[in-house]
């Protein structure tokens, strides 16, 4: 069992920076894909970002690439997810989510998900 919580979220003028952080309970946290979803108020929960749990391979949703970086701690369990120049559209609660020795861009490739952290950029 895996636990997150995510940290980091709140409300920034269009163009500002946020660094989300979620850090995960357990012992195995190197063998997990760590990806960030988002979901705005009636929408689907959107992919993000993932940092694979080997090679480190990361991958980004078209939307975000150029501005937001994915990475990742294994000694402090965490991962974070660095966004810049900010859209009023980035604006969603941003979930943590993790899967064991694999990678994925669904929401239901996961197994475990964090609470979520809001975040708003206004116009």
């Known amino acids: 069992q895996v636990q997150l919580v995510e940290s980091g979220g709140g409300l920034v003028q269009a163009g500002g920076s946020l660094r989300l952080s979620c850090v995960a309970s357990?012992?195995?946290?190197?063998?997990?894909?760590m990806g960030w979803f988002r979901q705005a108020p009636g929408k689907e929960r959107d992919f993000v970002a993932y940092?694979?749990?080997?090679?480190?391979?990361?991958n980004y949703a078209d939307s975000v690439k150029g501005r937001f970086t994915i990475s990742r701690d294994n000694v402090k369990n965490t991962v974070f997810l660095q966004m810049n120049s900010l859209k009023p559209e980035d604006t969603a609660v941003y979930y943590c989510?993790?899967?064991?020795?694999?990678?994925?861009?669904?929401?239901?490739?996961?197994?475990?998900w964090g609470q979520g952290t809001q975040v708003t950029a206004s116009s």
């Open positions: 989510a993790a899967r064991r020795y694999s990678t994925g861009i669904q929401a239901n490739d996961y197994d475990y």
């Open positions: 357990g012992r195995t946290f190197s063998s997990y894909t």
């Open positions: 940092f694979s749990w080997n090679g480190g391979r990361t």
